[in-house]
């Protein structure tokens, strides 16, 4: 099993792991994102949870995502 290369048990340190959203529908320019039990609204620009800012929105397999910078 290969480590994380932010990962080193022997120092007692593990990288965390990115937040976990989802966004579950868009409008367009408008997104609903469930995050930590709550849902926001998301548009165009914003920050998401991850550090990364949401440039649009689309489905694929019947689920939403977000295309991040």
Known sequence: MEL???TDP???T???SPPKF???FSDGDRGLMV???Y???????DKLPDG?????FE???GSWSAMTL
């Not at 849902?39 to 620009?45: A, D, I, N, S």
């Not at 990364?52 to 649009?56: K, L, Q, V, Y």
């Open 35 to 37: 995050y930590g039990g």
């Open 14 to 16: 593990v990288a965390p």
């Open 4 to 6: 994380a290369p932010d």
């Open 10 to 12: 022997s120092k007692g």
């Open 22 to 24: 989802e966004i579950v």
């Open 52 to 56: 990364r800012r949401a440039i649009g």
């Open 59 to 61: 489905k694929r397999e």
């Open 39 to 45: 849902v926001y609204v998301v548009r165009l620009g």
